[in-house]
């Protein structure tokens, strides 16, 4: 399993950015999961819904399963650490998190103009692999030598993303996430998937 | 963790009495779960949400969370097996399963008539703990010794499905289901609480 995330401002493109890259992944014959931390309270299922009756009325689990699919949801007395969250995934190869800024992964800082980055506190943090910003006349990128692409550049953000998370060694994860994560989890299935280095790469 | 379910047909009202059952066992302090199956193929989350996209992209796990609740929603390469699906529940200590009337849990039967107990291939099934009737005045309860209540009667159908729930030993749990999910995992956390005998009966 191999990690990395994207954070951005809302409205940032991160959606639209993953959303555009599972394809990419999938073609390479991977397993993704998207973990998605929601700042709010999110609201999910069909009102009306068996579902959504059952934990209207007060259930703390709902689990509903067909022969293809499954959703389980549940209320948590207290916030869940990311790598617990990580452990309810099943054999997946690639994990893209999606707003998880404080945690130690490779991560695509989604950005509208530079000034966002001092926003979110996010300059000089060595975790960020990538700047991704939008195509525009006027786009200013931050002065640094961190890599950055155009948001368009999907494929080749993708390739990078998934360079820099297979890099990540056991060692790089904060022992906190590794007490909850242990290591040994983290396995190298898709590790003899082709990955041509010549399709890797960042602006100059 | 202890598990009972009600099956019946299609519109039967299995959800009603599950509904309004819940209330009862929060009361009593329990944790509450609800597993349902769903013979077709449900459809959770709402049309152009970041997480339905990301299904829709072609993601094969989604979680998202926030400080209070979180959903797992995934792709399923085969049906799971229940033992699987109860394994992915925390803390519960009552387990509502809706639809699994091949399953050796106590089982009540919603029945809006008679003739549909043999439909259901569920007569002379000895995991059927009692029937469920609509009170009609033409209602023909089924004949047979197996207790039968009103669907009304909630707090009563409730009482006595705890307790029948508790009763379940582990050498009741056919050995597919035990391999799967541990005697040891179906702990008795919930014991302590106060069942008066008075509050559990049948119809005579």
């Known amino acids: 399993?191999?990690?990395?995330?994207?954070?951005?401002?809302?409205?940032?493109?991160?959606?639209?950015?993953?959303?555009r890259m599972i394809p990419f992944f999938k073609a390479k014959g991977l397993r993704v999961a998207v973990v998605k931390h929601d700042a709010h309270d999110f609201s999910i299922d069909h009102e009306g819904k068996d579902t959504w009756r059952v934990r209207k009325a007060?259930?703390?689990?709902?689990?509903?399963?067909s022969g293809s699919q499954m959703a389980h949801m549940r209320s948590l007395p207290a916030?869940?650490?990311?790598?617990?969250?990580?452990?309810?995934?099943?054999?997946?190869?690639?994990?893209?998190?999606?707003g998880y800024k404080r945690l130690n992964?490779?991560?695509?800082?989604?950005?509208?103009?530079?000034?966002?980055?001092?926003?979110?506190?996010?300059?000089?943090?060595?975790?960020?692999?990538?700047?991704?910003?939008?195509r525009a006349p006027n786009a200013a990128p931050p002065?640094?030598?961190v890599p950055r692409f155009w948001a368009d550049e999907v494929e080749r953000i993708a390739e990078f993303s998934w360079k820099k998370a297979r890099e990540m060694t056991d060692e790089?994860?904060?022992?906190?996430?590794?007490?909850?994560?242990?290591?040994s989890s983290i396995h190298h299935r898709a590790s003899s998937i082709e990955h041509p280095a010549s399709a890797v790469g960042h602006r100059a």
Chains 1, 2 share one sequence.
């Open 1 to 19: 399993m191999r990690i990395f995330s994207v954070v951005g401002r809302k409205n940032s493109g991160k959606t639209t950015l993953i959303e």
């Open 143 to 145: 002065d640094s030598a």
């Open 79 to 98: 916030p869940m650490e990311v790598g617990e969250l990580l452990s309810h995934l099943a054999s997946v190869d690639v994990v893209i998190l999606e």
């Open 58 to 65: 007060g259930a703390d689990e709902v689990i509903i399963a």
């Open 172 to 183: 790089d994860i904060p022992v906190k996430q590794q007490t909850i994560y242990p290591a």
């Open 105 to 134: 992964f490779p991560k695509l800082v989604v950005l509208r103009d530079a000034s966002e980055l001092f926003d979110m506190r996010l300059d000089g943090d060595p975790s960020v692999t990538a700047y991704v910003l939008r």
